[in-house]
Structure formats: structure tokens, C-alpha cells
């Protein structure tokens, strides 16, 4: 959700200075995105900061803030109800966000064990939307879907903040256009 929100927009704008300039996007979330720039499959990663390693250049970027969502119908179930009854919809296996919410916010040992999971940040959403049960999703990504009445923010005033880090190998001579690449992402 980041690479929707945050990075695609802005680098988009740099077509206008370097129209030669050919994007190929990997809106992969899993936990891919160090492996693929060490095998030379990616120019740049948005990774976990405590993932960056000193072989790396980095930038440090602003966290994300995950919220709390469940479908808008469940706006008025108590929390701790929603949490003990309903299921989690996370992106695969290993993603951690939701329950490293819930830890932080005291509510971890109430979550229900077992997980749905959808690995496509779309398909996670309206699996949401239609109650199957309830995530942590980006504050900027969830926002249009809760102001259209799709989505509820269950713990409003809490967040959950994920550290990231803009990375790419160190090039002797770093052209001008990956240079306003990494600029113009924050």
C-alpha cells in the first residue's frame, strides 16, 4: 500500500523530467523486496528498517500508520467483542502487522488464533468489507474507504507505526534521474 500511495504518485511526476524513463513497479507485499535487490532484480526497495544492512544506501522514510478496520456494520460492537469472536484477514502467513497492533495495543491475547489470510491488498480489503473479519490496513489507503462508509476504524485514535527504509546499492556515479528518484520519495 505504500508503493499506491506514496511512492507510484510522486516518482510518476518525474515522467515530466526524464520522459526516457521506464518504470516497472512491484507492488509486491510480501517480505521479498531486499532479496530481489540483492539478486539485481529491483533498482530500489521500500523494506523494513531493521532490515537494512550496511552493504545498503538508505533513506529513512515516514512510517506507515496502520489502523484497525472492520467492515462499517461493526461500528457499534464493543472491540474486545470483535476481537475475541472475529477472525483476522492478513496478507500471507508471515505478515505480522496486525497482530504486532494488537500486541501493542493490549489486545493480542484475545485474538481469535486462526487467520484468514489474502495475499492481494485489494482482495484483503473486500474480504473486509464483507465481514469475513478485520485487519490493520495503511491510514492513507483505508481513509476514502472509511469516509465511503466501507470501512470502520475500530480503535479510532490508535495506530500502530511500521519504520521503512527507501534502499539501493551504492553506484559509483548515480545518475541525475535516480537521484530525484530517491528525493521525491518520502
Not at 474486545?80 to 500471507?92: G, L, Q, T, W
Not at 502487522?97 to 495495543?105: F, G, V
Not at 465511503?148 to 495506530?159: K, M, T, W, Y
Request: glycine share 4%; hydrophobic share 40%; charged share 25%.
Amino acid at each position: 500500500s505504500i508503493m499506491r500511495s506514496r511512492v507510484i504518485p510522486v516518482v510518476v511526476k518525474l515522467l515530466r523530467e526524464f520522459p526516457e524513463l521506464v518504470y516497472n513497479f512491484d507492488l509486491d507485499d510480501g517480505e521479498k523486496g531486499a532479496h530481489k535487490l540483492k539478486a539485481g532484480e529491483s533498482d530500489l526497495a521500500v523494506i523494513p528498517r531493521d532490515e537494512v544492512v550496511p552493504e545498503m544506501d538508505s533513506k529513512l522514510l515516514q512510517p506507515e500508520r496502520y489502523i484497525l478496520v472492520g467492515p462499517a456494520k461493526w461500528k457499534k460492537i464493543p472491540l474486545p467483542e470483535i476481537i475475541n469472536e472475529k477472525h483476522i484477514v492478513d496478507f500471507d502467513s508471515h505478515d505480522k502487522m496486525t497482530l504486532s497492533y494488537l500486541r501493542e495495543h493490549g489486545l493480542r491475547e484475545m485474538a481469535h488464533p486462526i487467520r484468514h489470510l489474502a495475499n492481494n491488498t485489494d482482495a484483503l480489503t473486500a474480504m473486509v468489507m464483507m465481514g469475513v473479519g478485520y485487519s490493520v490496513l495503511d491510514e492513507q489507503f483505508a481513509a476514502p474507504y472509511i469516509r465511503q462508509g466501507h470501512l470502520a476504524d475500530l480503535n479510532p485514535g490508535c495506530f500502530y507505526e511500521n519504520s521503512l527504509a527507501l534502499v539501493w546499492y551504492p553506484r559509483p556515479q548515480m545518475p541525475r534521474y535516480f537521484a530525484e528518484i530517491i528525493k521525491a520519495v518520502k
